[in-house]
């Protein structure tokens, strides 16, 4: 029973051949203060881990070992994949399945061999890794493998990635380490500045979801946010709207759309022509903010439309190499590669 995973700096899908998506949790780990050992028998994973992010009494530590798209911390990356290798494989017996994960394109072969060494010691049999544009291309049913440029913009929570794709190859790709996460860090930093008020990364997302947006609405947002007052130190809640949150995201946008022009102005002429009839596709948790789409547009002067289901992309895309596994292996990075 084979794998493909998309192990993401916020979450982790698993999908199975002939079964699609089977898990989808995020990638976080409870673990016991100062050890790797991760709370109730190694089970304080995902769901259940991000329940305590930042509540977390000092006995316990809530890790993401994630960190921009790349392994922060490896034991428990490895505790973190065996528990969902486990988990979809059901308990039964010694399962080595062969794996496909996506990793960010623009990682360096040490940060690659870390992702193959740790799956390899939390139970699969081989693994292969494959760049996450291109697997977010074959996941969005792009013409990927057609003489024709296929572009795709994936902002994920720790890393984004610009690619334009063609004859089933990167052309030109850029990934920067700048996501979601820098969205919500973005928002927690106006909150301190302007009210003095500290809050969480859990609510900061809140507010980002709630009413984030990076272009102007139609109709303007405000929501209550509590958190610690940085001057009393006591609780205190406060009513924020969206104009303000707009503000405060410019930055991390602002380099997402320069990493997209600079990306299509190291295009091939004929590869550049082509977009201007396929357009950009977007995906991944960052496209959901309100009005990516439309700033990207009016960057670019292309069509941006998002993918069906941006969230789940990368991990479909992963499916399909499964499926292609011996079409395709030649041209994945896999643990025989030269290091054994």
């Known amino acids: 029973m084979d794998m493909g995973i998309d192990l993401g700096t916020c979450t982790t899908l698993v999908c199975v051949r002939d079964k699609g998506i089977v898990l989808n949790e995020p990638s976080v780990v409870a673990v016991r203060k100062g050890t790797n050992i991760v709370l109730n028998n190694g089970e304080a994973v995902g769901l259940v881990a991000r329940e305590m992010l930042g509540k977390t009494p000092g006995s316990i530590s809530a890790i993401r070992p994630l960190k921009d798209g790349v392994i922060s911390d490896f034991e428990i990356t490895e505790a973190m994949l ?25 990682i360096t072969a040490v940060e690659r061999r870390a992702v193959i060494d ?3 010691r939390a139970g699969a049999r081989k693994v292969y890794l494959v760049d996450e544009p291109m697997a977010a291309g074959i996941g969005a049913e792009l013409p990927i493998t057609d003489p024709t440029a296929s572009m795709i913009v ?12 063609s004859l ?16 919500d860090e973005a928002v927690i930093s106006h909150l301190k500045k302007t009210y003095n008020l500290l809050i969480g990364e859990m609510s900061a997302e809140k507010v980002k979801i709630q009413i984030g947006s990076a272009a102007p609405l139609e109709e303007e947002l405000t929501m209550e946010v509590a958190g610690r007052d940085t001057i009393s130190g006591l609780p205190r809640k406060i009513v924020i709207t969206s104009e303000e949150i707009r503000e405060s995201l410019r930055d991390p946008i602002a380099t997402i759309i320069d990493t997209v022009t600079a990306t299509l102005e190291k295009a091939e002429p004929e590869l550049a022509a082509d977009l201007i009839e396929n357009g950009v596709h977007i995906c991944g948790g960052g496209s959901l903010l309100r009005g990516m789409d439309t700033v990207l547009a009016n960057a670019t002067g292309l069509n941006v439309r998002r993918v069906e289901d941006p969230l789940s992309c990368v991990a479909r895309g992963t499916s399909v190499y499964l499926e292609n596994l011996e079409l395709w292996k030649d041209t994945m990075d896999h643990n025989e590669y030269g290091w054994e």
Do not use: N, Q, W
């Open 168 to 183: 089933a190859d990167i052309a030109t790709s850029e990934s920067i380490r700048i996501g979601g996460d820098d969205m």
């Open 154 to 165: 994936d902002i994920g929570g720790g890393t984004s990635e610009v690619a334009i794709m």
């Open 118 to 120: 740790s799956a390899e």
């Open 82 to 106: 065996g528990y969902f290798i486990r988990k979809v494989h059901g308990r039964g017996g010694l399962v080595r399945p062969r794996v496909v994960i996506a990793v960010p394109s623009g």
